[in-house]
């Protein structure tokens, strides 16, 4: 089940210990879950690899694109997944981890492709993908992908929420600008757009 079409691996120090987190399959994309590898070495590049296992929630659909943050003594999980078991639509989720391999809360949809600069993919797959946080003074900015990759309509778009908010709440807002567009090779303004997830 993961020794297939490996995606996108992110490496993050935790706890004294690297973790890799990538996502792979058995050779159907439709199997893509997130997986962790852990070292305890100081440095990445020397000791030895330990395979924790898969890393998801109690629904086991599609994800790939894990990322990691800590925040206010919590550590969280954030990925794209599939709501169901087929590929429509790419969302953004977040969920609270117990340790760097175990996810100990349901899974909050934060995102879903739903404006037009989100929605082009060329092949009516709609996605939002590799979540990452940046935290700035009281603030955390979600930057993520929209559309598809594999076009020129591959943008960035921005949430942002209080380092003191309630990272769980599923209100978040709808009102999202697109950041970069490869497209168009230009910045958007942000303002006054930002919303609160």
């Known amino acids: 089940m993961h020794s297939k079409e490996l995606w996108a691996p992110e490496l993050h120090f935790l706890n004294g210990k690297w973790y890799m987190y990538f996502a792979a399959d058995d050779g159907k994309n439709d199997n893509h879950r997130m997986y962790v590898v852990e070292n305890p070495s100081a440095d990445p590049l020397q000791g030895e690899w330990t395979f924790k296992g898969q890393v998801g929630d109690e629904t086991n659909k599609w994800a790939i694109d ?14 794209s997944g599939w709501e169901g078991d087929n590929n429509r639509m790419q969302n953004i989720y977040i969920a609270q981890m117990s340790n760097p391999w175990t996810i100990s ?11 037009k600069w989100e929605s082009n993919s060329g092949i009516g797959v709609l996605v939002n993908e590799g979540p990452e946080i940046l935290k700035h003074g009281n603030k955390l900015f979600l ?37 970069y567009s490869l497209k168009t090779r230009r910045i958007r303004s942000m303002l006054p757009a930002i919303i609160r997830f």
Request: charged share 20%.
């Open 66 to 79: 894990a990322t990691i943050f800590e925040n206010k003594g919590k550590m969280y999980m954030l990925w």
């Open 105 to 115: 809360s349901k899974r909050v949809k934060l995102s879903s492709p739903t404006y």
């Open 143 to 179: 930057i993520y992908s929209a559309s598809g990759c594999w076009t020129d309509f591959y943008a960035l778009g921005m949430l942002t929420a209080s380092a003191n908010a309630d990272l769980l709440d599923s209100l978040s807002g709808r009102n999202r600008p697109s950041l």
